[in-house]
């Protein structure tokens, strides 16, 4: 039997990679393809790419890495690798070429959405296979995220109003940030005070935290189909106070020095921040613009979670010793700029200037990622 290529063996290899890598041209195109300078024959209008490619190209990436690796540790079984991680990669590259030129390859335009589907029966499959019932919730979002997927591209073939699926798209992201990160980042917090002899406890799981959850739930529900209603503001701040109370808990200023673990901490606390400006914008939409909350949860808390946990990942499955050096520290600098810009341009709309630092910090924070951390994923460490 021939040996298995390294980049199948496990699927944080060529998920984080690929996803690194689309996380910079993607962004790098968009100026192009927004002023127009860069015709794509897609039946998709710019902002429509842009935000699809971002939502369920990148993140859809990221998180197949992750999830696809965390799972074989939930189920103790081996993971998706070799000839199915093969499809799944093969996938993932088609759709991003059915959803560039759907002009042209309408007869492939469904390769766009077998990749969300097959990771989502991929994940379930493990899940019910080791009888893990506690983990049946990621399969479903999983699940909810590859129809979501669905949605958006009939709201695109039909011309409807394709904003709602991109705001499912990211409202399961941030779900998923406050299941699993709600596990790992306390989990991780704990360690880390063990290990430093440090005298203080981390809350379980408990009904404050079911109540925080629920909340969530709700609010993202009315935010993606009711993103304007005033009505929903009180239901948005309980929720954001909901996520910040649960941070709060997990002491994270006691590791504070530990810039691989903090950022967890601080991208969970964004989803709770997302919370905050989707209940100002409901109140007071003339003063917070829609736009806050999209960008505060997709590059505050999706972005910065992402990136966190694929250097943390990759370290962890290669060998490395569990520590930012100062090129990851600095992707979360620029990621955290990239955040601050873009949210001064909600606030200023005729600060044009901004929109190509935004953009050159989250390529650069994306670019520092593939540098340091590919080599990593594609050899044998």
């Known amino acids: 039997m021939l040996p298995r290529p390294v980049l199948l063996s496990l699927g944080a290899r060529p998920f984080f990679v690929l996803a690194g890598l689309w996380a910079v041209a993607a962004v790098a195109l968009w100026p192009l393809v927004l002023g127009g300078r860069l015709l794509l ?21 990221a998180m197949a890495g992750f999830v696809l690796t965390a799972v074989a540790n939930w189920t103790g079984r ?32 469904f390769v766009a959405l077998g990749f969300p589907a097959l990771l989502a029966v991929f994940v379930g499959h493990e899940i ?21 997927d669905v949605v958006f591209h009939l709201s695109v073939w039909f011309g409807w109003d ?95 020095r530990d810039a691989l673990l903090g950022i967890l901490h601080l991208g969970t606390l964004m989803a709770g921040c997302g919370f905050l400006a989707a209940a100002g914008h409901a109140a007071f939409p003339a003063a917070v613009p829609a736009a806050m ?28 010793l569990l520590l930012a050096d100062r090129a990851t520290t600095a992707a979360y600098l620029f990621l955290l ?27 650069a924070g994306f670019a520092l990622f593939v540098v340091r951390y590919a080599p990593r994923l594609i050899s044998r460490g």
Not at 45 to 52: F, G, K, R, S, T
Not at 128 to 148: P, Y
Not at 223 to 244: Q, T
Not at 293 to 320: C, E, F, Q, S
């Open 41 to 61: 024959p897609s039946g998709f209008a710019p902002v429509e790419w842009h935000a699809h490619e971002l939502i369920f190209g990148y993140t859809g990436a």
């Open 78 to 109: 081996p993971p998706v690798a070799g000839g199915r991680l093969l499809v799944l990669v093969l996938l993932w590259l088609a759709g991003r070429l059915a959803v560039a030129g759907s002009d042209l390859l309408v007869g492939i335009g």
């Open 128 to 148: 019910e296979a080791s009888g893990t019932v506690r983990n049946r919730k990621v399969a479903a979002l999983l699940a909810v995220f590859a129809l979501v």
């Open 162 to 256: 394709s904003r709602f699926a991109a705001r499912g798209g990211i409202a399961v992201l941030v779900m998923l940030i406050l299941l699993i990160g709600g596990r790992v980042t306390p989990a991780f917090t704990s360690n880390w005070l063990n290990r430093h002899m440090i005298a203080r406890t981390i809350p379980e799981f408990g009904q404050g935290d079911r109540v925080a959850m629920g909340l969530a739930i709700a609010a993202l529900v009315g935010w993606v189909g009711w993103p304007d209603r005033a009505f929903l503001a009180g239901l948005d701040f309980a929720a954001g106070i909901g996520v910040l109370w649960r941070v709060s808990r997990w002491q994270g200023w006691t590791i504070r």
């Open 293 to 320: 909350t999209v960008h505060v949860w997709a590059i505050g808390a999706i972005g910065v979670m992402t990136l966190a946990m694929m250097t943390r990942a990759t370290l962890g499955h290669t060998g490395g």
């Open 337 to 363: 700029l990239a955040l601050a810009a873009r949210i001064a341009m909600t606030l200023r709309p005729d600060s044009t200037g901004l929109f190509p630092l935004a953009a050159a910090a989250w390529c």
